[in-house]
């Protein structure tokens, strides 16, 4: 049966390794291994090493030059590896050439937050998305995962091998089961896209905002969902603590209801296939009202993030939606200077701590704001023989009063635009 390789369950001790070919690209190239090894360290990995190594050229085989190749597998052999972490994608060939220059398992990033994603994935729909990507990872890497591949099957029945000529490769048979397998899971998928639109159509029917949380991994979206909705979504810090969308209904000040949907977090150099698997899962930002867009205030590479996100976010075309920027854990930022240098950046962001609940009630107004235009205070008088409207008004819109005079009833409500129009008449 074709499967990808469990790797947290057999590696204890990595090398990792970032190779940059631009001297200007040191930097980032740090931030990213330094990125890496949280991943890592997230799979329950431990890291011996960090190796940040500059290649003149990219090189076809090693992706850099042989030398460096050797000094990097002598490193991870003197440190008794069990395999070697690359920042860098590397092609399957490249992989192959690895594995077996070094004799140990080599994974790159891509692999690392494949195994993550397989591990956290709870709903079916998560599941069918990790399954995905990693089959799509796999297919064309499965020469290297297993040494029965070059085995082979008869031609056929009766005669002798000459006969029946050369049998199909087990390669070839894992392959096929592979594409059948890639199939199921689009097909699977594509149920769930159906009915998670039908679920939309429902929600719309009410025609109830709708705001979706974005951001980068552990920026604390979940524990802003929880915070704003009284919420228990499983809230830690981790990367990629949530994986499946959790919708939640609040009451802003003006008395609207709003949805509020997390969605998983973002990370550089995301896989582009996983961007694709989890359009399902991140369609809820396409579609949403307005982005809320969380920001860990105490990261140095802020910046960073950010752009991550809105690059993200490009890809998916929800970076023109209308969306309110926070400063999350902004507690824990001491430093004045550091202060003023975040105001500076962001200066339309909102400083909170969904932790402490700091700063919530300027992010519920702030929303009230973005959707004003959905909803009005009115005063109505409306005879007590439509009791059927004082039912919508209960139903649909948010009662604020109600008192009775002679034989009509006198409501003061926030009314959604939607219905505002039908009760113009009662209006006073």
């Known amino acids: 049966m074709f499967e990808v390789r469990e790797k ?28 890496l090894g949280e991943l890592v360290t997230t799979l329950g990995i431990g890291v011996v090493e960090k190796v940040l190594a500059r290649s ?10 042989t030398g460096k190749a050797a000094e990097i597998v002598d490193l991870a052999k003197a440190h008794e590896c ?21 004799d140990i398992c080599v994974i790159d990033r891509e692999e690392v937050i494949l195994d993550i994603f397989a591990q956290r994935a709870q709903t079916r729909e998560a599941r069918l998305q990790v399954e995905l990507a990693r089959m799509q990872y796999a297919l064309p890497r499965m020469a290297r995962m297993w040494g029965h591949l070059d085995r082979e099957g008869g031609g056929g029945s009766g005669g002798s091998a000459a006969a029946r000529g050369m049998g199909e490769k087990q390669i070839e048979v894992d392959r096929r089961m592979a594409h059948v397998r890639i199939d ?10 159906k009915q998670r639109a039908t679920q939309r159509k429902e929600r719309e029917k009410f025609d109830t905002a709708h705001a979706a949380i974005v ?5 604390g979206k979940s524990t802003l969902l929880n915070q704003l909705s009284g919420a228990e979504v499983m809230a830690k810090d981790m990367l990629f603590a949530t994986l499946d969308t959790t919708t939640r209904k609040i009451e802003l000040p003006d008395g609207q209801p709003l949805l509020i949907t997390d969605t998983v977090g973002f990370v550089r150099n995301l896989p582009h296939r996983l961007v694709e698997a989890f359009k399902a899962t991140l369609e809820e930002a396409v579609l ?77 107004q702030q929303c009230s704001s973005v959707l004003a235009d959905r909803v009005c205070r009115r005063r109505y008088r409306i005879p007590q023989r439509r009791a059927d409207l004082i039912g919508v008004l209960h139903r649909d819109a948010k009662v604020l009063s109600t008192d009775y005079e002679d034989n009509d009833i006198l409501v003061t409500a926030v009314v959604p635009a939607a219905i505002a129009g039908r009760l113009e008449e009662f209006s006073l």
């Open 184 to 193: 199921r899971a689009r097909r699977e998928l594509e149920d769930v896209r």
């Open 288 to 364: 949403a009202d307005f982005l809320i867009h969380v920001l860990d205030a105490t990261s140095p590479e802020i910046e960073r993030f950010h752009e991550t996100t809105l690059s993200v976010l490009g890809e998916l075309g929800a970076v023109d939606k209308r969306t309110i920027t926070v400063l999350n854990k902004i507690d824990q930022v001491t430093d004045p200077d550091r202060l003023a240098e975040l105001r500076h950046l962001f200066p339309d962001a909102l400083m909170i701590s969904a932790f402490t609940g700091k700063g919530m009630e300027g992010l519920l």
């Open 8 to 35: 947290p369950q057999m590696v204890e001790r990595a090398l990792l390794v970032r190779l940059y070919f631009d001297p200007r690209e040191e930097d980032e190239s740090e931030a990213l291994l330094e990125e």
């Open 215 to 219: 951001g980068y991994t552990n920026a």
């Open 82 to 102: 069990d395999c070697i972490v690359f920042d860098n994608a590397l092609a399957p060939s490249q992989q192959r050439e690895w594995e077996r220059a070094a």
């Open 56 to 65: 003149r050229e990219m090189h076809k085989k090693f992706l850099c030059g």
